[in-house]
């Protein structure tokens, strides 16, 4: 059969069989251009395991081969070589890494090298749980599905001599080093290593795998990329750094660019599948991956379970009204929040040691891939409702850490300790969990964890480390050029609110007061020459010359990362009354933020002002700007398409920031079990809520029209109670009903 035709009748068919579902409402192709960083391919919610389709790798005249530019994404739209499927990714991550274990089929004459092999496609299309595409080069069609901890391709080739490579040397991450072993005639096994992620050099772990063919190969061996000899001209290297081919060896083998090649005789229209599982533990716990999470079984019935789980997690909140566009960009932020953290350990339980050689059990979920200084905003606020038996879970694992390491995480990187980004951000996590009624886990051990990091000298701090003058002055002083001492010093300001607030409701008085004093040293900051907060040097005086605006697009601005004084200005969300009064008063600050919009000073891609919309709504009568403004930027930046997220998703984060804006309220400050509240997009929106952890069964969102209508609220009801604009989390669950009148 034309793999064209046959390409047809599976999406066709699976449109039929799917209609209606949350599911369909999911575009994996939003965020895969802009630097959105997603990807789409196929994974299971908060899966391991992730099969993506790698094409920013291609031939010496590509403009995208990864080695000539910053390519932190194993995919990106607008490119069109592809050359593999690679197993195991991150999505919507600043820095490379993963993005290996590359899968590809190919037909003809058996070449390895990636520069060759790649071939241009077309048709390609995703779903949740599944990928597919069309090779034109060879007349293949491949498609990619997943469960939890294991991938499976499928690719259906034309009559005559078929390849299945699998390459160990390429790949996003910036480590080298793999080996293979042939098992039998359709099974090999190896590591690959990885890490590196962000310049931390330590950061590295192994990725340990299992390969299984569906049908036994006529022929294969290995390949290694090899120097020249001493004064030999071999055929496999007539030039320096080709490929040696190895057919007739069968062993091991270990090197920097080695891999795995299987060639078949295919009839026309044959299939064959290939399973890989994965473990981060041992080969043997690879294979028991695969075996457990595939049993034998074969592409359709994976692709049909996965997406059930997919549709089963999405399907917790169930929007009405709207139009299709919108209910796109829903629920595609909800999927694109559901792939990290993702699980860890093995089905037998194991899972490596938090920075250690050991190997641990543990009886819950292990999560990885703590991107907090995004996530801590609203992602895990966001599991704290809607899937809180797995913000539970992610808790336990922070606190773990501790247990393991002696520092709850910053940037985790499967098991290892990547220090990205600045603060101490698992602290607002976790208050905020504990805050809002889940405490089914340790909380003096995390109160101890909190006040290590938040007391340890700096030399021996790993989460603060210029932390002496950050007590001593209550302010971190500028050293440098191209330091960031007010953004880290905001982000400590945060974090010792959450530990106020938690201090408080355990009775630990003197330091609740302590941290509360620390919380407020954010004044220290703020300069009335220009209105912002200003850098300030060792000796008290502030820095000079400053510009405000100086770090747009990215460039240094002394004392702030990856913004400049008008995107960290407003960002004290726990005193937004305290800074209003620094600033003069309710109009100054508000004239002020309104005019950061007006101006283009705002940054939608990036996290530190990312709240500002919702801060109108601490002032009466000002409510009016936060239901405009989030309204604007939903429609300008969040689209159902391949551009469709404003910069990098920050695994989750700006996902998490739509779909809380699409419901109405957002949790603007992190650690303080609050939202404040905005017009929805839909007309009604059902969160179930799981009861193990909520009394209600559900939280109904609805919006009533009047006749009059402008579009904006005159009155909001939870329950049958009249309320303003900032709501306590746990009244909201309780109320069953939040109504918006407009």
Same mark, same amino acid.
């Given at each position: 059969m034309n793999k064209l035709l046959l390409y047809i009748i599976i999406s066709l068919s699976a449109g039929v069989v799917f209609a209606q579902q949350p599911a369909d409402y999911v575009d994996p192709f939003i965020g895969t251009t802009n630097f959105g960083t997603c990807n789409p391919g196929a994974v299971c919610p908060n899966g391991m395991m992730s099969v993506v389709p790698f094409n920013v790798m291609g031939s010496a005249d590509n403009v995208y081969d990864k080695d000539a530019r910053w390519w932190s994404t194993p995919y990106d739209y607008t490119n069109s070589y592809f050359t593999g499927f690679s197993h195991v990714n991150l999505s919507g991550v600043g820095c490379p890494e993963l993005g290996s274990l590359l899968l590809m089929p190919t037909t003809g004459v058996l070449d390895v090298d990636y520069k060759n092999y790649g071939s241009k496609y077309e048709k390609e299309t995703a779903s949740p749980g599944y990928y597919s595409i069309y090779l034109k080069k060879y007349d293949i069609l491949a498609e990619a599905t997943a469960t939890l901890r294991s991938g499976l391709t499928r690719f259906t080739f034309p009559k005559g001599k078929s390849n299945i490579l699998l390459n160990l040397g390429e790949g996003l991450t910036n480590e080298t080093g793999a080996?293979? =072993?042939?098992?039998? &005639?359709?099974?090999?096994?190896?590591?690959? %290593?990885?890490? #590196? %992620?962000? !310049?931390n050099p330590q950061a590295v772990f192994p990725i340990y795998f299992v390969m299984r063919l569906s049908k036994k190969p006529d022929d294969s061996g290995y390949w290694k990329k090899q120097r020249k000899m001493y004064?030999?001209?071999?055929?496999? &290297? *007539? &030039? @320096?750094? *080709?490929?040696k081919i190895y057919n007739k060896y069968g062993k091991d083998l270990a090197g920097d660019d080695i891999g795995a090649w299987f060639t078949f005789n295919t009839s026309e229209g044959e299939e064959i599948e290939a399973a890989i599982g994965v473990s981060f533990v041992s080969i043997e716990n690879a294979r028991e991956n695969l075996e457990q999470e595939q049993s034998g079984r074969h592409f359709s019935e994976i692709r049909e379970e996965a997406r059930k789980k997919w549709n089963d997690d999405l399907g917790r909140i169930m929007v009405e009204g709207g139009t299709k566009e919108q209910k796109t960009v829903f629920y595609t932020a909800l999927y694109h929040t559901l792939i990290h953290? @993702?699980?860890?350990? &093995?089905? @037998?339980?194991?899972?490596?040691?938090?920075?250690?050689?050991?190997?641990?059990? #543990?009886?819950?979920?292990? !999560?990885?891939? %703590?991107?907090?200084?995004? #996530? !801590?905003? @609203?992602?895990?606020?966001?599991?704290?409702?809607?899937?809180?038996?797995?913000?539970?879970?992610?808790? =336990?694992?922070?606190?773990?850490?501790?247990?393991?390491?002696?520092?709850l995480p910053k940037w985790e990187l499967y098991g290892r300790e990547t220090l990205t980004m600045e603060g101490d951000p698992s602290l607002p996590v976790i208050v905020d969990t504990w805050m809002k009624g889940l405490r089914d886990f340790d909380i003096n051990l995390a109160y101890e964890a909190m006040y290590k990091s938040a007391t340890t000298s700096g030399k021996d701090n790993l989460m603060r480390p210029d932390i002496d003058d950050y007590i001593s002055k209550g302010y971190v002083p500028l050293m440098g050029q191209f330091d960031n001492s007010v953004s880290h010093a905001l982000e400590y300001y945060i974090a010792d609110y959450s530990l106020y607030t938690l201090a408080k409701e355990l009775g630990k008085k003197d330091n609740a007061k302590m941290f509360y004093e620390r919380s407020m040293g954010y004044k220290k900051y703020y300069c009335k020459e220009y209105g912002t907060l200003r850098p300030i040097l060792p000796n008290g005086d502030f820095y000079s010359p400053f510009d405000p605006k100086q770090g747009e697009n990215f460039e240094p601005s002394p004392g702030f990362h990856e913004g400049n004084a008008w995107n960290y200005t407003y960002y004290v969300p726990h005193d937004v009354k305290g800074l209003a009064k620094l600033m003069g008063g309710k109009k100054k600050f508000v004239d002020k933020l309104q005019m950061i919009f007006d101006k283009g000073y705002y940054d939608p891609a990036n996290e530190p002002d990312i709240a500002y919309p919702y801060l109108f709504s601490y002032f009466k009568g000002e409510e009016w700007r936060t239901q405009k403004l989030v309204k604007e930027l939903l429609e300008k930046y969040f689209k159902p398409a391949p551009d469709g997220i404003p910069g990098n998703d920050d695994a989750g984060t700006m996902s998490a920031w739509a779909i809380f804006s699409m419901m109405g309220f957002y949790p603007d400050c992190p650690g303080v079990p609050e939202y404040t509240l905005t017009a929805p997009t839909f007309d009604k929106i059902t969160i179930n809520l799981n009861p193990d952890f909520y009394k209600q069964k559900q939280l109904v969102i609805e919006v009533v029209d009047s006749d009059e209508s402008d579009g904006y609220i005159k009155k909001i009801k939870m329950g049958d109670t009249s309320c303003g604009y900032r709501v306590n989390h746990n009244s909201l669950v309780n109320a069953g009903v939040l109504r918006f009148y407009k």
């Open positions: 080996f293979v =072993r042939k098992v039998n &005639d359709r099974e090999i096994e190896g590591m690959k %290593f990885l890490g #590196t %992620f962000c !310049y004064g030999v001209e071999a055929e496999w &290297d *007539k &030039d @320096n750094g *080709k490929y953290p @993702n699980i860890l350990q &093995d089905v @037998n339980g194991q899972y490596p040691q938090m920075e250690g050689d050991e190997i641990l059990v #543990t009886k819950g979920d292990r !999560y990885t891939v %703590f991107s907090l200084w995004d #996530t !801590y905003r @609203n992602l895990h606020q966001l599991m704290t409702l809607v899937y809180p038996e797995r913000q539970i879970e992610m808790v =336990r694992t922070m606190i773990d850490m501790y247990r393991e390491h002696g520092w």
